[in-house]
């Protein structure tokens, strides 16, 4: 099946720093690729949709400024949570859709554990 | 989205089989039926999804309700490893592609 990889898995890093996570459809081309966000004992919460080539579409109450999300290719997305603050540790997922078919169906990746001290 | 209803949790004995069920009285005509599973600190993962015929794969089965206001997810013999958080979401392939999580039925397996 197809797979999505993100890296890093977990990361650590001090109060205002940026942290960058990668997301990589490895053996499909994915134009729209989804992030999330999950807190501790939560449901994942959709963060953006990042679309290939054009501006991703963030939802209602989530800081485009804060998190930058760039689809530069058909295979890779990035966030980048800027100027980290220990409320915006969490469990940040990534996922995309194998357009090939019309199935539907999304492939998460690993997800990334931020620790903003 | 149309809204989906799952319990919190449910138990099951290893080797027995599971019916994991999913209520969507809302659903509309162009809704497919998804469940992604969620293993403790990974990303989700795809399980089944289907339309209005019951769906088998070699993870699980799909049991669709005639009227299709709600589903259950069926897995035959459970074991350990199937210890999660199930997820029943409505999604529209005609439109909508992103994917809304509810709370979801966090599954406990008994050695």
Same mark, same amino acid.
């Given at each position: %099946?197809?797979?999505?990889?993100? /890296?890093?898995?977990?990361?650590?890093?001090?109060?205002g720093?940026?942290?960058k996570?990668e997301?990589r459809? &490895?053996?499909?081309?994915a134009?729209t690729?989804?992030?999330y966000?999950?807190f501790?004992?939560?449901s &994942?919460?959709?963060?953006?949709?990042s679309n290939?080539?054009s501006k991703?579409?963030?939802?209602?109450?989530?800081?485009?400024d804060?998190f930058?999300?760039n /689809?530069?290719?058909?295979t @890779?997305?990035?966030l980048? =949570?800027?100027?980290? /603050?220990?409320e915006?540790?969490s469990?940040?997922i990534c996922?995309?859709?194998?357009?090939? %078919? &019309?199935?539907?169906k999304l492939?998460?990746?690993?997800?990334?554990?931020?620790? =903003? @001290? | 989205?149309a809204?989906?209803?799952?319990?919190?949790?449910m138990?099951s004995?290893e080797?027995?089989p #599971?019916?994991?069920?999913c209520?969507?009285s809302?659903?509309?005509g162009t809704? $497919?039926i998804h469940w $992604?599973?969620?293993?403790p600190s990974?990303?989700p993962? $795809? #399980?089944?999804h289907?339309l209005?015929?019951? #769906?088998n794969n070699?993870?699980?089965?799909l049991? !669709?309700a005639?009227d299709?206001?709600?589903?259950?997810?069926i897995l035959?013999?459970?074991?350990?490893?199937?210890a999660a #958080?199930y $997820?029943? !979401?409505?999604r529209?392939?005609?439109?909508?592609e992103?994917?809304?999580f509810g709370?979801?039925t966090?599954?406990? !397996?008994i050695?």
């Amino acid at each position: %099946g197809a797979v999505v990889s993100q /890296h890093p898995s977990w990361v650590i890093c001090k109060s205002g720093t940026s942290v960058k996570i990668e997301c990589r459809s &490895l053996d499909f081309q994915a134009t729209t690729m989804f992030w999330y966000r999950q807190f501790p004992k939560q449901s &994942l919460m959709l963060m953006a949709t990042s679309n290939e080539g054009s501006k991703a579409t963030y939802e209602q109450g989530v800081e485009k400024d804060k998190f930058l999300i760039n /689809h530069a290719s058909l295979t @890779l997305s990035t966030l980048t =949570v800027t100027s980290a /603050h220990p409320e915006d540790s969490s469990f940040y997922i990534c996922s995309a859709r194998d357009g090939r %078919g &019309l199935s539907g169906k999304l492939f998460f990746g690993s997800g990334t554990q931020l620790s =903003v @001290l | 989205d149309a809204k989906t209803t799952q319990p919190n949790s449910m138990e099951s004995n290893e080797e027995e089989p #599971v019916h994991l069920p999913c209520n969507h009285s809302t659903i509309s005509g162009t809704d $497919y039926i998804h469940w $992604y599973r969620q293993l403790p600190s990974q990303g989700p993962e $795809y #399980v089944i999804h289907g339309l209005t015929s019951n #769906v088998n794969n070699r993870m699980a089965s799909l049991a !669709i309700a005639e009227d299709r206001k709600s589903s259950t997810l069926i897995l035959h013999r459970a074991t350990l490893r199937d210890a999660a #958080v199930y $997820y029943c !979401i409505l999604r529209d392939n005609f439109g909508n592609e992103k994917l809304t999580f509810g709370t979801g039925t966090r599954l406990t !397996i008994i050695p």
